[in-house]
């Protein structure tokens, strides 16, 4: 989220004063007792919050040897879970960075013979920052909530739709490399999906999710709040206040700092990103600190609950109800 950076750096001066599992994931089978109420768990996000956020990956700076072990986990986690490649391979190289960067991208094809020719992009940023300066003998930036919590959140919301199939229109999971430099995988995403002349609906991105905010009677704001009625659509389904209004997202416009923007620019249709960083409640912004063990696993696991049917009423509606505002 290096894009943030310069936005947030007097903001978040003011209000500052691992176990590593290597494996592929496990495909476990989903049962017909299974509830989308809760579908995750604390035990699940540990594990691959502390697998993304390990010092193996070594801050998982796009183009490097570190971020090579996330994409390849991703892709296995895809795979594991019936997500199809949405190219030829889950590998999209980025045409506009000097090093050799993917997006990996998977679909799952909607179920309803007409609807399945419209699409959605749920997408997060699964690259970091990398080796920073030293700080009490740490280099590493690991970029636990920044984003490796994006990274697993969109991951479980794939996890879910691949096992069950309960989408009528087609989803999109694309994990974006080289966010940080510039939001350069969304941006070649969005050139690469426009130039097929895809019928894309909405993109739905998710960033910084692992920590929840402080005094607010909503679990996330929504970037770019009053530019679509999408948080109106959200709390609908999710029947309570899922997603409000954070003032301080505007005053920094933080609708152009992350991969939603990419698609807005590019395509003109309504694209948000989902956040629980609230400016208050996390001091280890690109520094060190970054680490999993800072992240709230049970805040983060009842995130994904809540938003699954969400996800789930927006990709299943009869008429593309979200809008943007005139």
Same mark, same amino acid.
């Given at each position: 989220?290096?894009?943030?950076?310069?936005?947030?750096?007097?903001?978040?001066?003011?209000?500052?004063?691992?176990?590593?599992?290597?494996? *592929?994931?496990?495909?476990?089978?989903?049962?017909?007792?299974?509830?989308?109420?809760?579908?995750?768990?604390?035990?699940?996000?540990?594990?691959?919050?502390?697998?993304?956020?390990?010092?193996?990956?070594?801050?998982?700076?796009?183009?490097?040897?570190?971020?090579?072990?996330?994409?390849?986990?991703?892709?296995?986690?895809?795979?594991?879970?019936?997500?199809?490649?949405?190219?030829?391979?889950?590998?999209?190289?980025?045409?506009?960075?000097?090093?050799?960067?993917?997006?990996?991208?998977?679909?799952?094809?909607?179920?309803?013979?007409?609807?399945?020719?419209?699409?959605?992009?749920?997408?997060?940023?699964?690259?970091?920052?990398?080796?920073?300066?030293?700080?009490?003998?740490?280099?590493?930036?690991?970029?636990?909530?920044?984003?490796?919590?994006?990274?697993?959140?969109?991951?479980?919301?794939?996890?879910?739709?691949?096992?069950?199939?309960?989408?009528?229109?087609?989803?999109?999971?694309?994990?974006?490399?080289?966010?940080?430099?510039?939001?350069?995988?969304?941006?070649?995403?969005?050139?690469?999906?426009?130039?097929?002349?895809?019928?894309?609906?909405?993109?739905?991105?998710?960033?910084?999710?692992?920590?929840?905010?402080?005094?607010?009677?909503?679990?996330?704001?929504?970037?770019?709040?009053?530019? *679509?009625?999408?948080?109106?659509? *959200?709390?609908?389904?999710?029947?309570?206040?899922?997603?409000?209004?954070?003032?301080?997202?505007?005053?920094?416009?933080?609708?152009?700092?992350?991969?939603?923007?990419?698609?807005?620019?590019?395509?003109?249709?309504? *694209?948000?990103?989902?956040?629980?960083?609230?400016?208050?409640?996390?001091?280890?912004?690109?520094?060190?600190?970054?680490?999993?063990?800072?992240?709230?696993?049970?805040?983060?696991?009842?995130?994904?609950?809540?938003?699954?049917?969400?996800?789930?009423?927006?990709?299943?509606?009869?008429?593309?109800?979200?809008?943007?505002?005139?």
């Amino acid at each position: 989220m290096k894009t943030f950076f310069y936005a947030l750096v007097t903001l978040l001066t003011m209000h500052c004063g691992l176990s590593q599992n290597m494996a *592929s994931p496990t495909v476990e089978p989903i049962t017909v007792e299974d509830s989308k109420s809760a579908f995750t768990d604390v035990e699940r996000i540990g594990d691959m919050m502390n697998f993304l956020a390990s010092n193996d990956m070594k801050g998982r700076d796009a183009g490097t040897e570190g971020i090579e072990l996330a994409a390849t986990y991703i892709e296995n986690y895809l795979k594991s879970y019936g997500i199809k490649p949405y190219f030829q391979t889950y590998r999209d190289t980025l045409s506009n960075f000097n090093k050799p960067a993917y997006n990996i991208v998977g679909i799952v094809e909607g179920n309803d013979p007409s609807l399945k020719n419209e699409f959605i992009v749920i997408g997060a940023h699964y690259d970091h920052i990398g080796i920073v300066k030293m700080e009490n003998g740490d280099a590493i930036a690991n970029g636990a909530n920044d984003n490796a919590s994006g990274t697993t959140t969109v991951l479980e919301f794939a996890r879910y739709f691949g096992t069950h199939k309960t989408n009528k229109r087609s989803l999109i999971f694309a994990l974006f490399s080289a966010e940080e430099k510039g939001l350069l995988g969304s941006k070649h995403l969005a050139k690469e999906l426009k130039e097929q002349g895809l019928n894309l609906y909405t993109m739905l991105n998710f960033e910084m999710t692992g920590v929840p905010m402080k005094d607010k009677d909503y679990l996330m704001y929504l970037t770019g709040y009053e530019m *679509s009625n999408l948080a109106e659509v *959200s709390n609908a389904y999710a029947k309570e206040k899922l997603v409000g209004f954070l003032p301080t997202a505007k005053e920094y416009s933080l609708f152009k700092r992350s991969d939603n923007y990419a698609f807005h620019l590019e395509l003109g249709l309504p *694209s948000h990103t989902f956040s629980t960083f609230d400016f208050t409640n996390f001091d280890h912004y690109h520094k060190v600190g970054d680490e999993a063990d800072k992240m709230d696993f049970e805040h983060m696991a009842h995130l994904v609950n809540k938003t699954i049917p969400v996800l789930e009423g927006i990709a299943n509606a009869p008429t593309q109800e979200i809008k943007l505002n005139e």
